[in-house]
């Protein structure tokens, strides 16, 4: 029986890698950065739009969608992307996340997950097996195993309790499975103890899932704890599966996280930055809102060939972001995306031409040296 | 001296009519409908949306971008359609409507109207000619004079005073203007008294404006009323120059005012209703709230080709609009903007074949059958 996804490499530098994942939804170039669409929507964004810039994969959220409007009517209409209208791929996490932190009156034990709808209070449980089951119904192409997002701080055995509940989670998500053309991937958790994710790697790894991830990092912990743990899970996961670091991050920290050798991304970053006036640029992150930029003529990023960068001014951005009109959401997000997007294919080409470290240190000078108007 | 815009007939059906306005910034097929674009965006639409879907003008409220971000500013980048990034005409209002209904502590006299900025409490004064320069400063291609719009009830000897008011101020401003490039048009009050819009439309006509518009209307009064004055006043404007009929209105005011021979429109209806969830369709209009629409995989209106129909289902564009998702706004906002593009373009054709009397008949049937879900 063919694997759900195929997952090649045609190139690597030091630690970083480039290829492609293959699904039932069509190919994807890695390292890829995936827009978050918690409600099936990448917010302000039209489907097609995503799909112009050359994005092939979008994250949306099995919690979301299964208090609105719930995983049957998105399967009678033919899967989350039909649904969506985005002809590419989509990964679903497996909801534990935001049941665990939007629901009301959650609680959690070794069955699973119990929570409350934040929309009408309806009383839901989430299991390891349901988790699963719930994301072949959504038909997503990727799915991720239900797991525990250990909280920062934590301590040591509160952490190892989390990774055990984990990795049973994981195993019983496994077996449950029944679809043949779903991807599944098993998170790592283990919070900030090196110890506990070299346990978390090593039991996820015995599992054969299609892929593995990196979770429970960017929660609130100090960054460069953050940057060992993840160089330390990469290093631990099986060179021939996608390697996903969930929830980050900045140009920066995603430069740095394909440097140890991670495949996929997601992050609000670029599209909740966008609806609060942040834009990313080639020199550096900017706001909008400044008045600095009242009657700047020039695009977002002169370096940009993006839609919003082809037709609107700074001025004309800042006066509809103060205006709030929804044009500055829009305008944002999509140039944001774009810039995100962007970041992966010159990721893509530098490890293919062995030159990923300068490409990285050009893209964190950029970052570091703050907001001129230039 | 040429005039600033050209206006000119290419065939005539009955009072209908439909011919071009040439500007300093295009041609503009007549009839037109202009999209409202209070803050010079027209609200969930980018400027390269509207000009794809053969959009040629566009409204912007002068009141609004005197507050912010003022006219100096606008000046300074371009003029109005350059700062929005609209590469067609632009159409500003007085900003007299707006600072009466918007403002606060406004008082109204021979010499104008006084307010205060609704966003900072500024006090400004608009007279009949500080309202020519600021539409000058804004760089528009049709300016409309300063008018006191005739609220609905008023008294005979009310409405008569307000529209000499408007008569002298319209003098005023026609004095007042300095531009050759940018064209004024003159308004006709006279609340729903017909002897009163034959005294307004006398006065306004023997003054050389550009175009000429009746105003006052769809501001409350029964529609059998706003029928009459319209007809009336449309009968006894000049044929040789541009008709706009001011703030109307649905589909089925639109065709029937096109039969009585205006050639402008302007509306918040296609706009406003798409934020809460209201398409036109070609058989009537649609609220996509409707459980109706649950599971309903069709586009919103199969006969129609904007993009949000060749992508997107009435299933998908509920939830989103149950969801609060910018893309329920852009989707309906952009398919309501091209089914009144379609409507125009409807219009002109069926004028120039001389079947303008059976198309009128059968858009006003599509949106007398209501909802059906068909």
Redesign the interface.
């Known amino acids: 029986m063919a694997a759900p996804i195929q997952f090649s490499l045609s190139a690597t530098d030091g630690m970083a890698r480039t290829g492609q994942i293959v699904t039932a939804h069509g190919a994807i170039a890695t390292p890829v950065f995936m827009p978050v669409g918690t ?3 990448v ?6 739009e995503l799909w112009a810039m050359g994005l092939r994969i979008v994250l949306a959220n099995a919690y979301h969608l299964l208090v ?2 719930g995983p049957e ?1 998105i399967h ?3 899967g989350v992307g039909r ?3 985005f002809p590419g791929a989509v990964l679903t996490d497996s909801g534990g996340f935001q049941a665990m932190s939007l629901a009301k009156l959650n609680s959690i034990d070794e069955s699973g997950i119990r929570f409350r709808s934040h929309l009408d209070g309806a009383a839901i449980t989430l299991t390891a097996e349901s988790a699963v089951s719930l994301q072949e119904t959504l038909g997503s192409d990727i799915m991720m195993s239900l797991d525990e997002c250990t909280p920062y701080p934590a301590t040591h055995e509160r952490a190892r309790a989390s990774l055990e509940l984990t990795a049973r989670w994981a195993e019983r998500g496994l077996r449950a499975r029944v679809s043949t053309t779903q991807a599944l991937f098993g998170i790592v958790q283990g919070g900030i103890y090196a110890d506990l994710r070299k346990t978390s790697a090593a039991q996820i790894t015995a599992l054969e899932f299609d892929g593995y991830a990196a979770g429970g990092l960017s929660v609130g912990e100090p960054k460069p704890a953050m940057y060992e743990m993840a160089a330390l899970v990469a290093a631990t996961l099986p060179a021939d599966r996608p390697r996903y670091l969930m929830g980050v991050g900045t140009p920066a920290d995603l430069v740095a996280a394909i440097g140890m050798g991670f495949d996929m991304f997601d992050c609000v970053l670029p599209t909740r930055n966008a609806r609060n006036g942040g834009a990313f640029t080639s020199t550096g992150a900017r706001s909008i809102k400044k008045a600095l930029y ?2 700047d ?1 020039r695009p977002l990023d002169p370096g940009c060939g993006c ?2 960068c082809r ?3 700074r ?2 951005l800042r ?2 972001f ?2 709030g ?3 500055a ?3 944002l997000t999509e140039h944001n995306l774009h810039f995100y997007a962007r970041l992966m294919q010159g990721a893509q080409a530098a490890i293919a031409s062995r030159t990923f470290n300068a490409y990285a240190n050009s893209i964190k000078a950029g970052f570091a040296a703050g907001e001129t108007g230039g």
């Open positions: 409600r099936a929507a917010k302000a964004m039209a489907p097609d609105r409007p009517l009678e209409l033919g649904f969506m209208g009242a009657r003529d839609r919003p037709t609107l001014s001025a004309y006066h509809l103060l205006s009109e929804i044009l959401a829009r305008a």
